[in-house]
């Protein structure tokens, strides 16, 4: 090759090289320094894509996750609240059973009556304060007239417990697309009044179900209320499978959620042994390259030395 001085072919080889093993010196860095593969579109356009995608997904399912442990926060609260009541009904069906025995008179049904009337007080009040968040979970169980009717204007409440994928259930909770919610329908647990169909203990149109002051008042209470019980430990039973059923919501959005996170990983996330090695190497390739570059600009010099 020629010694030439207008145009150093040699210096401009070695700096495009020179160039080369700076910008992907530049662009391994990086990766080492953010720990992601792709930190820009240019990077992987594709792969930006879909781990962006699985990102958010990520996202909606640990809300998702969240809304269903408050989910069961709020069933556990509705159901200890109908745990006392059931303890306070059985409590009032022993009183019945007690003033409905002939070995006692109307005197000591009259104190019997005062533990009565208390029990039922007291299922009222906590019909009405049990709340979550400020949401009153079991208004109208109460005046042990207690146990449900379908007519109520309580809203229902919904919990979002999935990101993207959905289901059906009916009865007291019900799943509907396209969010995955659960539907605690809790206008189901509801006062008992007068009517066709539901139990009137506390009707203030039918004093025998709900005094035990009177033997035949006591006998028609003993009736009333194991009603009351069965009914309350059917919804219970209803509240246990929900909880039962949201828990495994939770176990299996974590597992989701570790699976989209590895997915994503491996898009996106940089591989540190291969990204360190290639930063030595085009570290080493720089260095050579800054080398050359200087003994390419001393040729135009060596031509000189031919005129002199």
Not at 90 to 110: C, H, N, P, W
Not at 166 to 192: G, M, Q
Not at 235 to 249: D, F, K, P, S, V
């Given at each position: 090759?020629?010694?030439?001085?207008?145009t150093n072919?040699?210096?401009?080889?070695?700096?495009r090289?020179?160039?080369?093993?700076t910008?992907l010196?530049a662009?391994?860095?990086?990766?080492?320094?953010?720990?992601?593969?792709?930190?820009k579109?240019?990077d992987d356009?594709?792969g930006l894509?879909?781990?962006?995608?699985?990102?958010?997904?990520?996202?909606?399912?640990?809300?998702?996750?969240?809304n269903?442990?408050?989910?069961?926060?709020?069933?556990?609260?509705?159901?200890g609240?109908?745990q006392?009541?059931?303890?306070m009904?059985?409590?009032?069906k022993?009183l019945?059973?007690?003033a409905?025995?002939?070995?006692?008179g109307d005197?000591?049904?009259?104190?019997?009556?005062?533990?009565?009337v208390a029990?039922k007080?007291?299922?009222?009040r906590?019909?009405t304060?049990?709340e979550?968040?400020?949401?009153?979970?079991?208004?109208?169980?109460?005046?042990?007239?207690?146990?449900?009717?379908?007519?109520?204007n309580?809203?229902p409440?919904e919990?979002q417990?999935g990101?993207s994928y959905?289901?059906d259930?009916?009865d007291?909770?019900?799943?509907?697309n396209?969010t995955h919610?659960?539907r605690?329908?809790?206008?189901?647990?509801?006062?008992?009044?007068g009517?066709?169909?539901?139990?009137?203990?506390?009707?203030?149109t039918d004093?025998e179900g709900?005094r035990?002051?009177?033997?035949?008042?006591?006998?028609k209470s003993?009736q009333?209320l194991?009603q009351?019980?069965?009914?309350v430990?059917?919804?219970?039973?209803?509240?246990?499978?929900?909880?039962?059923?949201m828990?495994?919501?939770v176990?299996?959005?974590?597992v989701t959620?570790?699976?989209?996170?590895?997915?994503?990983s491996?898009?996106?996330?940089a591989?540190?042994?291969?990204e360190?090695?290639?930063v030595?190497?085009q570290?080493?390739?720089?260095?050579?390259?800054i080398?050359v570059?200087s003994?390419?600009?001393q040729?135009?010099e060596?031509?000189?030395?031919?005129?002199?």
């Amino acid at each position: 090759m020629g010694l030439r001085v207008q145009t150093n072919i040699s210096s401009i080889n070695a700096q495009r090289n020179l160039n080369v093993s700076t910008l992907l010196l530049a662009k391994h860095t990086e990766r080492v320094a953010s720990g992601y593969r792709i930190n820009k579109a240019a990077d992987d356009a594709a792969g930006l894509a879909i781990s962006e995608k699985l990102r958010s997904q990520v996202r909606g399912l640990i809300q998702a996750r969240r809304n269903t442990n408050d989910g069961i926060s709020l069933i556990q609260t509705a159901e200890g609240g109908l745990q006392e009541i059931s303890t306070m009904l059985i409590r009032l069906k022993e009183l019945s059973v007690q003033a409905a025995s002939d070995t006692i008179g109307d005197l000591e049904r009259g104190h019997i009556q005062k533990e009565f009337v208390a029990l039922k007080d007291e299922i009222d009040r906590i019909a009405t304060s049990t709340e979550f968040n400020g949401t009153r979970l079991l208004t109208g169980i109460a005046e042990i007239p207690a146990v449900l009717k379908e007519n109520s204007n309580l809203p229902p409440l919904e919990i979002q417990v999935g990101a993207s994928y959905y289901k059906d259930v009916d009865d007291l909770y019900t799943v509907r697309n396209p969010t995955h919610i659960i539907r605690i329908n809790l206008e189901k647990i509801n006062a008992l009044t007068g009517g066709e169909g539901s139990l009137e203990i506390g009707s203030a149109t039918d004093e025998e179900g709900t005094r035990v002051d009177k033997k035949v008042f006591a006998q028609k209470s003993m009736q009333r209320l194991d009603q009351a019980i069965d009914k309350v430990n059917e919804y219970r039973a209803i509240l246990g499978a929900i909880q039962n059923r949201m828990e495994h919501t939770v176990a299996n959005t974590s597992v989701t959620i570790e699976n989209l996170e590895a997915a994503k990983s491996r898009i996106k996330d940089a591989d540190y042994a291969e990204e360190s090695s290639q930063v030595v190497q085009q570290g080493i390739l720089q260095k050579a390259g800054i080398s050359v570059l200087s003994q390419a600009n001393q040729i135009p010099e060596m031509a000189l030395k031919l005129l002199g």
